[in-house]
Nanobody, 116 residues
Framework: QVQLVESGGGFVQPGGSLRLSCAAS????????MTWYRQAPGKEREWVAS????????NYEDSVKGRFTISRDNALNTLYLQMSSLKPEDTAVYYC?????????WGQGTQVTVSS
């Protein structure tokens, strides 16, 4: 079955960095675009960044452009989100997502808290 498992979240001070990972299984990872979303307390889940299958074309939500980098390692079936210059407004649960012919799949999320 399809599984997405996020990791790498934590507590960081403003200006700090974190790298999130999403380990994927149960589908041919290299064939599908992958996406990161986030959901802050009391807010709707929002799109953060996407990466295509081949070639690795990327897109970012405006507020994270220049600070976040999405990437993938198809040999390890893993999606990454490198986050730098973090701000308190980046505090959220971060989810990875894949849309397959069989449905739309989500991980359990990883909490990122940015605070001084």
């Amino acid at each position: 079955q399809v599984q997405l498992v996020e990791s790498g979240g934590g507590f960081v001070q403003p200006g700090g960095s974190l790298r999130l990972s999403c380990a994927a299984s149960g589908f041919t990872f290299r064939n599908y675009p992958m996406t990161w979303y986030r959901q802050a307390p009391g807010k709707e889940r929002e799109w953060v960044a996407s990466i295509s299958s081949v070639p690795d074309l990327t897109n970012y939500e405006d507020s994270v452009k220049g600070r976040f980098t999405i990437s993938r390692d198809n040999a390890l079936n893993t999606l990454y989100l490198q986050m730098s210059s973090l701000k308190p407004e980046d505090t959220a649960v971060y989810y990875c997502n894949v849309a397959l012919p069989s449905g739309n799949y989500w991980g359990q999320g990883t909490q990122v808290t940015v605070s001084s």
